[in-house]
């Protein structure tokens, strides 16, 4: 079935490690997007990328990188976790260009949590 | 700055009808989204509004006024599998998606 996968589903991580959220999709979308879900906050962008070979920043980048290799594979990784880093990340794509309307579908998250 | 606001919860009785509100202010506009997120789920598009007017999709109608800022999702015919959390979205003047915090819908039978 297409779509997009992430991993790992969940995740415990000690302050201070690294870590990469990993995320795939098979639909051979253009743009991939990572965002982070708070309680009581909407969707927020970190990082997204228009198409393979580039990446930009979204409203909530630091301390996350992003890297897109190919179409299908956009990792998110955090250099040194922090306990306000803890959240449930979601990656999204959709068949867009840059400057198109189309719509995101999205992966089935990560919760991650930092101690 | 940009902004979308939706009431944090709403209470309604299966077979009925509930009407969600989205008002928002952004720096531009190229569309407004609704979607809905089951608990421990990911999104899922429901509806796309670029033009003032409703757009009727089965039980599930969305409405754009721009002028206003506004917008409202109507769910008719409620059965329990309705209850989720609704998620407004602007696309602003970078085509990027801005959020709304969503709405909690709780479904009584």
């Known amino acids: 079935i297409a779509g997009i996968t992430q991993a790992p589903t969940s995740q415990i991580l000690a302050a201070g490690r690294r870590m990469t959220l990993r995320c795939t999709q098979d639909?051979?979308?253009?743009?991939m997007y990572w965002y982070r879900q708070d309680l009581g906050l909407g969707l927020r962008l970190i990082h997204y990328s228009n198409t393979a070979g580039t990446t930009g920043k979204g409203e909530v980048p630091d301390g996350y990188s992003v890297s897109r290799a190919n179409t299908d594979d956009f990792p998110l990784t955090l250099a040194s976790a922090v306990p306000s880093q803890t959240s449930v990340y979601f990656c999204a794509s959709s068949d867009a260009t840059g400057g198109s309307t189309d719509t995101q579908y999205f992966g089935p998250g990560t919760r991650l949590t930092v101690l | 700055g940009q902004n979308i606001d939706q009431p944090t919860e709403m209470t309604a009785t299966e077979g009925a009808i509930v009407q969600i509100n989205c008002t928002y202010q952004t720096s531009g506009f190229n569309g407004l989204f609704w979607y809905q997120q089951h608990a421990g789920e990911a999104p899922t598009f429901l509806s796309y509004?670029?033009l003032d007017g409703l757009e009727e999709k089965g039980r599930f109608s969305s409405f754009l006024s721009r002028s206003k800022g506004y917008s409202y999702l109507l769910l008719k015919e409620l059965q329990m599998k309705d209850s989720a959390s609704y998620l407004c979205a602007v696309m602003d003047s970078n085509y990027q998606l801005i959020w709304g915090a969503g709405t909690k819908l709780i479904i009584k039978p």
């Open positions: 509004n670029v």
């Open positions: 639909m051979r979308h253009n743009a």
